[in-house]
């Protein structure tokens, strides 16, 4: 994907988070807010990031100014906070979660649809929870935070922006899915054991041999990389 890790400050400031009013709207009654530093109100109050467009976008629109700076595409792993009414359910909607956040600008309305399309596309089957998302932003974010390039023909430009992320949420689904009252099994590739081979000595029975074969196996199985 092409794409380069970043990390930036989770504090958000109130006039760039109100920058992008659909943007705000969506937020405002999930932001959390700093207004003290000890026993001093502060001067210009700071929201925890619910999500770093209105952070990362007005460095976006100092980076690129030309068709040669595109695509950007930058990802980051970090907590966001949206305080959410009534009682949080771990990992499905909590305050506080981990996500990977990823924010891409490009040149064109064309490559910019053909990411979404390649990142959303999930084999349908029958039910859902939103534990990863990919948005077209189209042009909403560039125009608010002034992220313009010169393109081929040397004229100014506006670029076409998506975001995409991925959460703990998903953590949340797979307890779902593999878990009940008796406990987890979690699936292969996340399991940090995926394989258990148990000896079972019996009888009038070489004890021994049973060990041998039982530690062969293990041996086979971890060089075949799976963790026993």
Same mark, same amino acid.
Not at 16 to 30: I, P, R, S, T, W
Not at 43 to 65: D, F, V
Not at 134 to 142: N, P, V, Y
Not at 178 to 183: A, C, I, L, R, Y
């Given at each position: 994907?092409?794409?380069?890790?970043?990390?930036?400050?989770?504090?958000?400031?109130?006039?760039?988070?109100?920058?992008?009013? %659909? +943007?705000? /709207?969506? !937020?405002? $009654?999930?932001?959390?807010?700093? *207004?003290?530093? #000890?026993?001093?109100?502060?001067?210009? =109050?700071?929201?925890?990031?619910?999500?770093?467009?209105?952070?990362?976008?007005?460095?976006?629109?100092?980076?690129?100014?030309?068709?040669?700076?595109?695509?950007?595409?930058?990802?980051?792993?970090?907590?966001?906070?949206?305080?959410?009414?009534?009682?949080?359910?771990?990992?499905?909607?909590?305050?506080?979660?981990?996500?990977?956040?990823?924010?891409?600008?490009?040149?064109?309305?064309?490559? %910019? +649809?053909? /990411?979404? !399309?390649? $990142?959303?596309?999930?084999?349908? *089957?029958?039910? #859902?929870?939103?534990?990863?998302?990919? =948005?077209?932003?189209?042009?909403?974010?560039?125009?608010?935070?002034?992220?313009?390039?010169?393109?081929?023909?040397?004229?100014?430009?506006?670029?076409?922006?998506?975001?995409?992320?991925?959460?703990?949420?998903?953590?949340?689904?797979?307890?779902?899915?593999?878990?009940?009252?008796?406990?987890?099994?979690?699936?292969?590739?996340?399991?940090?054991?995926?394989?258990?081979?148990?000896?079972?000595?019996?009888?009038?029975?070489?004890?021994?041999?049973?060990?041998?074969?039982?530690?062969?196996?293990?041996?086979?199985?971890?060089?075949?990389?799976?963790?026993?």
């Amino acid at each position: 994907m092409n794409v380069e890790n970043c990390y930036f400050p989770m504090f958000v400031l109130d006039c760039h988070l109100k920058k992008e009013k %659909a +943007h705000n /709207e969506g !937020f405002k $009654q999930v932001v959390a807010w700093v *207004t003290k530093s #000890g026993h001093s109100d502060l001067e210009a =109050h700071l929201a925890l990031r619910p999500s770093s467009e209105t952070i990362m976008y007005p460095y976006y629109s100092k980076w690129i100014r030309g068709h040669r700076d595109l695509p950007l595409k930058l990802n980051q792993w970090c907590n966001v906070v949206r305080w959410v009414v009534g009682d949080p359910t771990p990992f499905i909607r909590s305050r506080e979660f981990l996500w990977q956040e990823g924010h891409s600008a490009f040149a064109t309305e064309d490559e %910019a +649809h053909a /990411e979404v !399309f390649r $990142q959303a596309f999930i084999p349908n *089957t029958g039910c #859902g929870i939103q534990g990863a998302t990919t =948005h077209c932003l189209r042009q909403k974010f560039a125009e608010k935070f002034e992220v313009k390039f010169e393109d081929m023909k040397g004229e100014k430009a506006m670029v076409w922006q998506n975001s995409w992320g991925y959460s703990t949420r998903t953590i949340g689904a797979m307890v779902m899915v593999h878990g009940d009252d008796k406990g987890l099994v979690l699936p292969p590739k996340v399991a940090s054991t995926q394989v258990i081979v148990i000896p079972v000595p019996y009888k009038d029975v070489d004890t021994q041999g049973i060990y041998d074969t039982c530690k062969a196996t293990v041996n086979m199985l971890c060089e075949a990389k799976n963790t026993c």
